[in-house]
């Protein structure tokens, strides 16, 4: 009995539509950003000169109790943005579901705050609130604040129309209100999973506080971008150590305790 391999599937006018639209869009995007490995490989001098600088890295007990300091205060900014956006995050996120919003005026609303807040960059809304508030932690704290409402909202409600809808049918036919769906039947439900994403949040608020510092909002950004306009590369190296320390710690707990909410 001779098998006879199986027919290759003609290229379809889709199919070569598409691959020539992706390989024109690479191109224009290469030219448009002036990618250049010819350029990174003419620049060795001055990486060269950078990393001469750099390394060893300062760790002086002066820059280096500055740099735990800050990276405190990078984890309260982190900690606090996510914690008091929860909230707000939780009541949009229950307006922005349809397993529990039936859809008109009150789900597209919301939907369209969640979509606002989570397309304006937390870095933007960092600059907006160090004019209003001036310069240090707090302002990154709104920002974060503001940011992740949007993006954990969005996630929550992602979360809550995944659940079994048993429970939740059972409800409404007994003549349960939204309120009482929504607190008996959808939160618990998808609450295992509402807490990993918490705890995911986490983790990148406090990655993102990094960024807020270098735009005045406090923390170890803050230090990072004064070395960096002192030419003190070695200091911006413990400093980056140190991101480094506390970006691993904060993504082990958190992997920890998110494997501990899944058992």
Known sequence: MTLTPPRRRPVTLVTATV???LVAVHVLAWEATEFSPAALVQGWAGMADFLGQALPPDLSGEVLGAAVEAALVTLYI??????????????LAVLAARTTTSGGW??????TVLSFLR???DVVFALVF??????????????????????????????MEEIDLGPRDALRTNG?????????????????????????????????????????????????????????????????LVVL?????VDQLSALVRRRIGA
Not at 106 to 111: E, G, K, L, T
Not at 245 to 249: I, T
Request: with cysteine.
């Open 19 to 21: 691959t020539v639209a």
């Open 78 to 91: 982190g900690l606090l943005g996510t914690t008091l956006s929860v909230p707000s995050a939780l009541v």
């Open 106 to 111: 009150v789900y597209q609303a919301a939907r």
């Open 119 to 121: 397309a304006v960059p």
């Open 130 to 159: 160090v004019t209003a508030v001036g310069l240090g932690p707090f302002a990154g704290v709104l920002a974060l604040i503001f940011h992740n409402t949007g993006v954990m909202g969005k996630l929550w409600a992602e979360a």
């Open 176 to 240: 349960a209100s939204r309120v009482q769906v929504a607190a008996h039947a959808v939160l618990p439900a998808a609450l295992p999973q509402c807490l990993g994403l918490l705890l995911y949040r986490l983790d990148v608020n406090v990655r993102s506080s990094l960024v807020l510092g270098l735009v005045g909002a406090g923390g170890i950004g803050f230090l990072v971008n004064q070395s960096i306009k002192l030419f003190r590369f070695d200091e911006m190296v413990t400093h980056l």
């Open 245 to 249: 320390v506390l970006v691993v710690a």
